[in-house]
T-cell receptor
Framework: AQKITQTQPGMFVQEKEAVTLDCTYD???????LFWYKQPSSGEMIFLIY??????QNATEGRYSLNFQKARKSANLVISASQLGDSAMYFC??????????FGTGTRLLVSP | DTAVSQTPKYLVTQMGNDKSIKCEQN?????MYWYKQDSKKFLKIMFS???????INETVPNRFSPKSPDKAHLNLHINSLELGDSAVYFC????????????FGQGTRLTVV
């Protein structure tokens, strides 16, 4: 069975600083994908970044990067130079093979001026 | 062009009523999903269809009946609505397999009174 754990219910960061949102996962499948989604207060789910289990390099998308440590089964999201618009819920998710996309409980990020 | 669209965005109804939520995607994806997000923001899969065929059916009351007339559409019909059905329901689509992200609709906020 797949499981995603996000241990930080809430995080605070000042504008322009970097922040790391933690995510650990568990699966017995050697082939899987890891995803991060952002959910602003308006409610939509926005895909941010993806990491494949066989990818050699950490994924990056603009200010987002995924710190993938396979041996530790962690896939932390790093947001550099935080902006006020980054305030939102952030969800880590994974899918192994053709199984369902499983989500963590989310982390609420608040960016202060 | 909206990739995944679901209607309505808001739905307020009385207990015992029957209601439907519609979802359409224009991304050419084979797989579509229904997720339920509860008041604590936890996202849980309900159903998944691949090419109109039901492939995931989580432990969901049989008052919930999905229907996929073609691979671009996945509707959700709910009979005899209960207070506990109040939640945000998300439709999503993806290519099959673990290496591609899922794209979400804007969500339908269902309130049962």
């Amino acid at each position: 069975a797949q499981k995603i754990t996000q241990t930080q219910p809430g995080m605070f960061v000042q504008e322009k600083e970097a922040v790391t949102l933690d995510c650990t996962y568990d699966t017995s499948d050697p082939s899987y994908g890891l995803f991060w989604y952002k959910q602003p207060s308006s409610g939509e789910m926005i895909f941010l970044i993806y990491q494949g289990s066989y990818d050699q390099q950490n994924a990056t998308e603009g200010r987002y990067s995924l710190n993938f440590q396979k041996a530790r089964k962690s896939a932390n999201l790093v947001i550099s130079a935080s902006q006020l618009g980054d305030s939102a819920m952030y969800f880590c998710a994974m899918r192994a093979g053709f199984q369902k996309l499983v989500f963590g409980t989310g982390t609420r990020l608040l960016v202060s001026p | 062009d909206t990739a995944v669209s679901q209607t309505p965005k808001y739905l307020v109804t009385q207990m015992g009523n029957d209601k439907s939520i519609k979802c359409e995607q224009n991304l050419g994806h084979d797989t579509m999903y229904w997720y339920k997000q509860d008041s604590k923001k936890f996202l849980k899969i309900m159903f998944s269809y691949n090419n109109k065929e039901l492939i995931i059916n989580e432990t969901v009351p049989n008052r919930f009946s999905p229907k996929s007339p073609d691979k671009a559409h996945l509707n959700l019909h709910i009979n005899s609505l209960e207070l506990g059905d109040s939640a945000v329901y998300f439709c999503a689509s993806s290519h099959p397999g673990g290496y591609t992200e899922a794209f979400f609709g804007q969500g339908t906020r269902l309130t049962v009174v």
